[in-house]
């Protein structure tokens, strides 16, 4: 299983971003059943949560990109994208997709940088 991701670039402060997750060569059970996460991490600071859609369907935001970004995922595609409108300067961090469970394999993908010019 490999997680690849796609969509970063360099962006304006207001502007959007899209995000695309593909969990390739993972079966569609396997798929159901992990939670898909996407996490960041900027320059010194540590790796954090930005948003999570649980193998039950619950989903989560940071407080910090709360009514800014939108978690989705397709089932068909295996994938997980992140929606990110209103971009900050403070959004800027390289993004990580993580598919994964407790007691499960886990999965990261190769990080895609989010630069977002003031």
């Known amino acids: 299983v490999q997680l690849v991701e796609s969509g970063g670039g360099l962006v304006q402060a207001g502007g959007s971003l899209r995000l695309s997750c593909r969990a390739s060569?993972?079966?569609?059970?396997?798929?159901?059943?992990?939670?898909k996460e996407w996490y960041r991490q900027a320059p010194g600071k540590q790796r954090e949560l930005v948003a999570k859609?649980?193998?039950?369907?619950?989903?989560d935001y940071a407080d910090s990109v709360k009514g800014r970004f939108t978690i989705s995922k397709d089932n068909t595609r295996r994938t997980v994208d992140l929606q990110m409108n209103s971009l900050k300067p403070e959004d800027t961090a390289v993004y990580y997709c993580?598919?994964?469970?407790?007691?499960?394999?886990?999965?990261w993908g190769q990080g895609t940088q989010v630069t977002v010019s003031s």
């Open positions: 993580h598919m994964g469970a407790e007691g499960a394999s886990n999965y």
């Open positions: 060569g993972m079966i569609l059970s396997v798929f159901w059943s992990v939670n």
């Open positions: 859609i649980s193998s039950g369907g619950d989903i």
